[in-house]
């Protein structure tokens, strides 16, 4: 499977267009999993530690040879349950299992592991918990990638109406990399509730009324709003039931919640529970009563929470939906310990239970060799990917195609859910299926109908016009591929906005006077009932309006730059034009020019600028002695003539007037020798020159 | 030709509209609108104990995210010599280069005519149209505030940034964009009313705030408004200048303008100068509140420069700038919230130190950050991490070196400093997502968490950052954080926090609580309930088993780092230190 390259979290990396269709982007696949309402789920039962297989299911006819090997921790032969039909014998807490596995509700297969086994706890649960072989490092889970497949978009678009609820939910506290993600944790985790991901438990820490006390409160506050499915899991925890009482223990209480949670309706596929305390180093079995101590306990907890989860999945006829399975990281040594206990070995079996599991005993009985060395270790005759393979397969409705991906090759299969016929293939049982003639790949609801589905690309989203605070001018434009189609558009949106607009035969829509805010817009097609598909989209104000003027003295023209809009209104002094493009240049005048720019749309600004183009002057004879001669071009008629000295003071300032050649004359002979700054300022003339008086 | 830039491409939270979502009932939080929580110190020196606790309160507050060299680095000084360290200004920088290359080989045109790879591009004619210096600035600041020594000086371009706010986005021109931060770097620990002075007459501020439109035909108020409301006087019930004197300073800054075209085409640095023909050249009579100052105005061109200086002079005569001033400087480093006890006690015997100085930044800040109120326990770990100081904070914790998917160095090849930019404008993006656009505050005012009571800080945090906050930690421990992604090559990478040699560091890791409990010291710095302190142990051990697994574990891994070893320490450390920033306490600072 590689599928990390397009997989990664490159949430942060993309562009976000506002108004990209947010929750209705879903896939074809997802959709098919949305009949997942009445949908198969599946139960992982983590035994962390290492469960001793042996004296779970004793290979009674090897009992003599295990009694030498073993004899501190090995019951007597009497107390284990003899298994019908086989040799071997369930520790006596397991007596429910054996009747489950009497009405052929539970499938044991034997002898289970991986070739070059670890050890060490971590590096085994690792290797269980990615699906990997003894030496391929992997940070995600085989279960997580399963469902990242199935649900490409999670979690930016999660929930949504297809997927109302967790894609999975692990108990226990502890979260798994079996739920860790290439780019996400796939599941919710029953913890702690000072933690942001908390679920169920309604417990609030309380903090002092300080600074930093107000600080923790308004985080665990947030943190719990955060849940995006809190409520939805709380709903169907508070409605769910248990006809038929759980063990008041660790596992007890667990199964108790995934019992609480399916019955009340929650549409989670996968669940784990867990149990700790495997790791039987000593004590495994009281020194006086070896049908007692610690592993006892354990597997009695275990028989009992299991037994009572099918009890209830019957009472309330859902046993057909689920499936459990248990796994633990490695098995024990055949022998025992100087501790009553037993060291880390290498396989177990594993226990498939349900309605729909093809029950039985699958594979030989260990076989102990008759020489054995401690240093002796079970060889597996399964491996467990066989297990999450078949599951996967037979259980979830995988292709198993996709199965080899999950699990980075193929391994063969093993029979651990019942056949049933299925004649157009498409995953539900004939005797099942209301439409047992679907053409082949259509997606199907689970009555093995074909649903109906039009891909998201068949509508076209365009918002063509923004809005300011305040005003409604916005709108978006929807155009259909598919023509064949009579659409309902139902839109809502700010302040309680909702409209509803009808296309017959796929004609475009225009939904107009929106105002700024975020909108919600519902496609549904004439005569399918169950198709809907959702948009999200944003109404933005539109960007500022920017203006950019350009004077060029050569040709006496402004030019202008335009950028905010579609269309411009610009008024050079008495004159407006209405402007289509984002460059405009028109002749100024001389003198002050007064150019306003705008828009329809008001909060984008106005735009002002005041050019002045003035006549020009010319001063001769410069330097000049007595008189100075100042030609002004243009027509004013009176002109303001000051003269300042360079030190900034005014020496003299006058009104004249230019006579026929335009020509004023001034008489400078009053003045000392010096530099001097001439200003000429009318209606259309602003100059200023620099004279030298000898 | 057009300045439009595409900022509409990266989705910013809304934090304000967000906050008002959440619904929060003040009281369940043991907040009151009409209440505000302060201390009852004074600013006296403090002399109480001075440990770890009251050092990483100090650089908490007056770095960004500070680093742990800069810890050990104060570990032994006095009070008065970290303050002194703390107050001593950056060295020069590396000035802003063309490190984006790669990014707009699209555009021969833009390519031929901007400056050479790896050139400085500051003082050069404009060319990119797609706005890639801009992002360059923006990820060469988030690289001074990761490489910042153990100086105030890049909070305090921070604090300004914020308070005399302009927007690099929206200055069309990339170099003026950088000559804000510059001036803002500059100033920053020197003379306020100077600062006030360039910023007035900074081309990015004239464009930000209609400056460069302001004309004596018809007087743009934006900028003389701000000046007064946000800059310098504030809003305060003492703060009595009038619409008039908006108008009055409307017209007194008629005429600063610079020639956009020609800065734009023609290299160095923008040419402000007051274009005297739309100058409003007559006299500016200004309210009561400033002492009914009267500023003539003069047909000599020169006069201009005068008559803002004149301008700055009266604002900063009014006893109401230095205490706006000092109050800003206050809720930035200390607590949000002021109440009128914290007036008299801090506010107004700060503004006296800053009037007395001439408005000189440094003796406020020496005052306060020595002060036993600074130090009140009341004041450690009570506000909500900014997104910078949180991302920082991370960065400067972790080694992020670029790697490729399979986590194994990324190879830059010969694009080493393209790809250097592009680390930190990955993460800068990340950022923009958890509320916070480095140099561009989402309006005038400021980011609202530094002005908007009561809420203030508690703005970073909605449901929606809270969940991206943990999603970005998740991913640094976990499968990595996305910072580069090119399409049509399939090339990808990543940043990720290597944990095994990441521990390495600490103390005899191979005892796992000691360890925890050093995490938990390093990353939060505050007690945390032992029901929270075994639940991180416990997702480490997945589930309550030996101890011992944990050293035989690390013990192996000093032995052999084999990709086992590192594997296995990894899918672990992830999960603890994962929860570690799950904690409400990690977002505190």
């Known amino acids: 499977m590689n599928r990390r390259n397009f997989l990664h979290n490159m949430a942060h990396l993309a562009a976000i267009p506002s108004f990209l269709p947010g929750l209705g982007q879903l896939e074809l696949s997802d959709l098919l999993s949305s009949t997942a309402e009445a949908g198969k789920i599946l139960v992982i039962v983590r035994l962390n530690g290492g469960n001793d297989g042996l004296n779970t299911l004793m290979p009674m006819e090897q009992y003599g040879q295990l009694k030498s090997i073993r004899p501190s921790v090995i019951l007597p032969e009497n107390k284990y349950i003899p298994v019908e039909g086989t040799s071997l014998g369930f520790h006596p807490s397991m007596a429910g299992m054996n009747t489950l596995l009497s009405e052929k509700r539970l499938a044991v297969v034997q002898s289970v592991g991986y070739t070059k086994p670890n050890f060490s706890h971590f590096r085994s649960t690792d290797i269980w918990m990615s699906g990997t ?92 709003q955060s849940q995006v499915y809190g409520s939805v899991v709380q709903t169907a925890f508070r409605s769910g039931t248990t006809p038929f009482a759980f063990a008041e223990n660790d596992l007890g209480n667990q199964f108790k919640i995934v019992q609480k949670l399916i019955s009340g309706g929650l549409q989670t596929r996968v669940y784990m529970v867990q149990l700790t305390g495997f790791d039987t180093h000593s004590k495994q079995v009281d020194t006086q009563d070896s049908t007692k101590g610690q592993h006892t306990y354990l597997l009695k907890q275990v028989n009992d929470a299991i037994v009572t989860f099918m009890k209830n999945l019957d009472a309330q006829n859902l046993g057909d939906r689920v499936v459990g399975v248990t796994l633990s990281e490695f098995g024990r040594t055949v022998h025992s310990n100087g501790s009553t206990g037993t060291d880390h070995g290498t396989v177990a079996p594993m226990f498939v239970f349900g309605n729909s599991v093809k029950g039985g005993v699958i594979g030989a009985n260990p076989k102990i060799p008759l020489d054995y060395k401690t240093s002796d270790e079970l060889v597996a005759n399964y491996d467990f990917r066989q297990v999450y393979g078949s599951l996967l397969n037979q259980w979830m409705g995988n292709d198993p195609k996709a199965t080899n991906e999950v699990l980075f090759k193929e391994f063969p299969k093993v029979q651990l859910i019942k056949l049933f016929n299925d004649s157009d293939g498409d995953g539900v049982a004939d005797g099942n299926d209301l439409c047992p003639a679907t053409p082949i790949g259509a997606v199907v609801d689970i009555h093995g109908c074909e649903v109906f589905s039009v891909p998201v690309n068949n509508y076209a989203l365009q918002m063509v016009a923004t809005t300011c605070p305040g005003m409604s001018n916005g709108a978006m434009k929807i155009d259909f591929v598919d023509k064949k189609y009579n659409y309902a558009l139902d839109v809502k949106g ?126 001769f004879p410069n330097p000049c002695e007595n008189d100075l001669n100042i030609y002004v071009s243009g027509q004013d008629r009176e002109v303001q003539i000051v003269l300042y000295h360079l030190n900034g003071s005014k020496v003299v300032s006058m009104q004249q007037q230019p006579d026929l050649n335009r020509v004023i004359q001034l008489d400078l002979s009053d003045l000392s020798a010096g530099i001097y700054l001439v200003q000429v300022t009318g209606n259309t003339i602003n100059q200023q020159a620099k004279i030298v008086k000898k | 030709m057009s300045q439009h830039v595409p900022t509409d491409k990266i ?75 703390l107050l001593t200004p950056e060295k020069a920088f590396d000035l802003p280069i063309n490190d984006y290359y790669l990014d707009i080989i699209d555009n021969p045109d833009e390519v031929k005519n901007d400056v050479a790879r790896g050139a400085v591009w500051v003082n050069a004619t404009e060319v990119n149209q797609g706005g890639a210096r801009w992002v360059s600035l923006k990820s060469w ?49 020197g003379n306020f009313k100077e600062l006030i002075y360039q910023v007035t007459i900074d081309p990015s501020m004239l464009i930000y705030l209609n400056g460069n439109q302001n004309n004596k035909y018809a007087p743009d108020e934006n900028y003389a408004r701000e000046l007064q409301e946000l800059f310098t006087v504030g809003k305060g019930p003492n703060s009595k200048y009038t619409e008039k004197d908006v108008a009055e300073m409307a017209r007194l800054l008629t005429g600063w303008q610079f020639d956009w075209e020609k800065t734009k085409t023609t290299e160095g640095r923008a040419i402000v100068k007051n274009n005297f023909g739309i100058h409003d050249t007559g006299e500016k009579q200004f309210s009561e509140f400033y002492g009914n100052k009267k500023i003539s105005g003069s047909s000599n061109p020169d006069r201009a420069e005068g008559e803002l200086r004149e301008a700055i002079d009266m604002i900063c005569a009014t006893d109401e700038m230095s205490k706006y001033i000092c109050r800003r400087i206050y809720s930035f480093f200390v607590n949000p919230s002021i109440d009128p006890a914290t007036e008299d006690l801090i506010i107004t015997p700060l503004a006296k130190i800053f009037k007395d100085a001439k408005f000189e930044i440094l003796p406020v800040l020496r005052t306060l950050l020595l002060s036993e109120h600074f130090f009140d326990n009341m004041h450690m770990k009570t506000m909500v991490k900014s997104p910078l100081d949180f991302v920082v904070g991370l960065l400067k914790e972790f080694d992020l070196p670029l790697l490729d998917n399979n986590y194994k160095p990324f190879p830059k090849g010969s694009d080493g400093i393209y790809f250097d930019f592009k680390r930190y404008n990955g993460i800068q993006n990340a950022m923009i997502s958890l509320g916070m656009n480095i140099g561009d505050p989402p309006s005038v005012s400021g980011w609202p968490a530094y002005y908007q009571a009561p809420a203030y800080d508690l703005f970073w945090i909605n449901s929606e950052t809270i969940i991206k906050r943990a999603q970005f930690t998740d991913a640094l421990f976990n499968w990595g954080q996305g910072v580069y992604y090119n399409g049509s090559t399939k090339t990808y990478a990543q940043v990720r926090v290597n944990l095994a040699s990441y521990l390495r560091q600490f103390n005899n890791p191979a005892d796992l609580e000691g360890l925890v409990d050093q995490l938990v010291n390093r990353h939060i710095g505050m007690n945390i309930s032992a029901d929270n302190r075994q639940l991180i142990i416990s997702q480490i051990m997945q589930g309550n088993m030996n101890l011992n697994y944990w050293s035989e574990l690390w013990n192996a891994y000093v032995a052999n780092p084999s990709a086992e070893n590192t594997s296995t320490i990894q899918n672990r450390m992830a999960k603890g230190l994962g929860l570690i920033y799950q904690l409400g306490e990690s977002q505190l600072f």
């Not at chain 1, 009932?529 to 933005?540: N, P, S």
């Open chain 1, 494 to 619: 700010p302040s309680n906005f909702a409209q509803t607009l009808k296309s017959s035969a796929g004609a475009s829509q225009l939904l107009n006077k929106l105002a700024i805010g975020n909108y919600q817009m519902s496609i549904s097609i004439e005569g399918q009932k169950t198709y809907l598909q959702r948009f999200d989209f944003q109404i933005a104000e539109p960007a500022s309006l920017i203006v950019q003027s350009i004077v060029r003295a050569e040709s006496n023209r402004v030019e202008l730059e335009l950028s905010g809009a579609k269309q411009y209104y610009i008024q050079l002094n008495q004159k407006i034009y209405e402007v289509n493009s984002d460059t405009w240049s028109a002749e100024l005048e001389k003198g002050p020019n007064l150019i306003k720019v705008w828009t329809d749309q008001a909060c984008q600004g106005n735009y002002y600028k005041e050019i002045f183009q003035s006549e020009q002057i010319r001063c």
């Open chain 2, 141 to 189: 600041m988030l690289k001074q505030f990761n490489l910042q020594s153990t100086s105030i000086h890049w909070r305090m371009v921070l604090f300004y940034n914020n308070l005399l706010v302009s927007s690099i986005q929206n200055a069309g021109i990339s170099k003026n964009a950088f000559y804000y931060v510059d001036t803002l770097f500059k100033l920053s620990l």
């Open chain 2, 11 to 85: 989705k910013h939270p809304d934090l304000v509209a967000l906050f008002q979502k959440e619904k929060v009932q003040w009281e369940s939080i043991g907040l009151r609108k009409d209440r505000t929580l302060n201390s009852s110190k004074g600013l006296a020196v403090y002399t109480g104990e001075f440990g770890a606790t009251q050092r990483k309160h100090l650089l908490n507050r007056t770095l960004i995210g500070y680093s742990h060299s800069s810890y050990t680095q104060i570990q032994n000084l006095s009070l008065n010599a970290c303050v002194e360290l």
């Open chain 1, 133 to 224: 072989d003894t030496d391929q490092y992997e940070s995600s889970g085989w279960m997580a990638r399963y469902l990242e497949s199935q649900h490409p978009s999670y979690p930016n678009a999660y929930p949504n109406p297809n997927f109302p609820h967790p894609l999975s939910i692990e108990l226990g506290g502890e979260s798994s990399l079996l739920f860790q993600g290439q780019n996400s944790f796939t599941s919710l985790i029953y913890s702690n509730p000072d933690q942001f991901y908390n679920l169920i438990n309604p417990f609030v820490n309380t903090y002092p009324t300080t600074i930093q006390g107000s600080r923790l409160a308004y985080l665990q506050l947030i943190g719990k």
